[in-house]
DNA sequence: AGTATTCATCGTAATATTGCGATGTATAAA
DNA sequence: TTTATACATCGCAATATTACGATGAATACT
């Protein structure tokens, strides 16, 4: 089918999963990552670091922006991205949550 | 063209989306918790807890299986899954890394 | 041997993702 | 006003993912 039955899992797995699923593309690790180095976020320099087309950089960061990683100011007529630390805490506290938890089970098989 | 670019980016950045990419499925993130929470790991239970078909379960799990995150061993007629910490360990050593980078950024814009 | 159980794999259908060129929109520069 | 610059969005092609029924392979049960 390739359609996720989201209505069957707990909102938790879900928000976990779709978490997962933005950090699911190398180019968007890339992308988190210039934004962490620049931390300032100029968009055009995005298109230059990354080895993309500017309509593919575009559609990643629409990407990250839906799931709220990442927020963007108009600024003039460049686009300024950076993190979205709210969300990050929700982010880091789900995964850490699930890595906890990784941590407890006892080496078996 | 739905095809990843995996060799324009760099091995770590792969790595991380690789692992992303497993647990960007809420079925997939249900199959880890179960796992962590019975520790034993017999595969039927997994087709009764989840709302989905066996044949849709054993796609899963063998997804899980090829990142590594999860080994099955054989007993009887049926199938033992259970966590692979040595994989896990790594897998969170690579998401720790990013949480760290992203904790340091300042908020922003 | 014959049957049941457990799971993996195949084949198929529906939808999603990735990537890009082309085009549109909005601001800035001339 | 015209032109350039910076992005977003549309539309397309190729591939991937999700889900499942059907079938296959292997072990256990009678």
Redesign the interface.
């Known amino acids: 089918m390739g359609l996720?039955?989201?209505e069957?899992?707990?909102e938790r797995?879900?928000e976990?999963?779709t978490y997962?699923?933005?950090?699911?593309?190398?180019?968007?690790?890339?992308i988190?990552?210039h934004?962490?180095q620049e931390?300032?976020?100029i968009c055009g320099d995005l298109v230059d670091v990354?080895?993309?087309a500017q309509a593919t950089v575009s559609q990643h960061l629409a990407e990250l922006k839906k799931t709220g990683l990442i927020?963007g100011?108009i600024s003039g007529t460049s686009m300024?991205y950076?993190?979205d630390?709210t969300e990050?805490t929700k982010c880091?506290s789900a995964?850490?949550t699930?890595?906890e938890?990784?941590?407890?089970?006892?080496?078996?098989?």
């Open positions: 996720t039955k989201t069957a899992f707990t797995q879900n976990l999963a997962a699923k933005a950090l699911a593309h190398p180019a968007r690790i890339a988190l990552e934004l962490i931390d300032k976020c990354l080895p993309l927020k100011t300024c950076c993190l630390k990050w880091i995964i850490e699930l890595i938890k990784v941590k407890t089970v006892a080496t078996c098989c």
